[in-house]
């Protein structure tokens, strides 16, 4: 921890209002970089950066005035900054796909109608694409992985398999737009 790491640590931890008020905005700066590159690198908007920032900023001072964060001098203050967002990221991953699933769960269980067509269009159109896209959709949407995991499991570099996944969802869309249009 440097020591502009422990100052922040101090007058986050401060009863002063303008120690705090600084270090607050300085811990914000600094958690935001961070936010921006794991909102955007795992399937986030920028609407969901402000949203991060704040929840782990409420959650490291909290974690600092109460005591449960403890100062290492071998670590870094933005290691810990980046493994709060990541966990508070994840846990906001996992309840969008949770909610998505239960939304998925209770259209297909009510009576066939307008939507039961457009499910099966969309099967109809995963089933045209090439088995390369199937996996990075399936692996992406269905079962919920990370795009390093999905570039490992393919044996693809990050990079590739965003892309990879972002023209499938365009040759998807084209699939369903000419299907759309023949009827």
């Known amino acids: 921890m440097t020591s502009q790491d422990l100052k922040l640590y101090k007058d986050l931890c401060s009863d002063d209002p303008q120690l705090l ?3 607050t905005r300085q ?3 600094r958690v935001k970089a961070i936010a921006i590159r794991i909102v955007l690198g795992n399937s ?3 609407s969901d950066i402000d949203d991060l920032v704040q929840d782990t900023v409420v959650a490291v001072w909290q974690q600092m005035r109460s005591g449960a964060f403890q100062v290492r001098a071998e670590t870094p203050l933005d290691a810990y900054l980046g493994g709060v967002a990541r966990n ?3 846990k906001t991953l996992h309840r969008r796909t949770a909610e998505a699933l239960t939304d ?3 259209s297909l269980t009510e009576a066939p109608g307008p939507e039961h067509h ?3 269009d969309m099967e109809e159109a995963l089933a045209r694409l090439g088995k390369t896209c199937q996996q990075v959709l399936r692996l992406f949407y269905w079962e919920g ?4 995991e999905i570039a490992r499991k393919l044996g693809m570099t990050m990079d590739a398999a965003k892309v990879r996944k972002y023209r499938c969802m365009l040759r998807l869309g084209e699939l369903l737009e000419s299907d759309a249009s023949d009827e």
């Open 27 to 29: 811990l914000t700066r």
């Open 145 to 148: 992985y990370k795009m390093e």
């Open 21 to 23: 008020t600084a270090a």
């Open 44 to 46: 986030g908007s920028h």
């Open 88 to 90: 508070k990221w994840l």
């Open 118 to 120: 457009r499910l099966s």
């Open 104 to 106: 998925l769960n209770d």
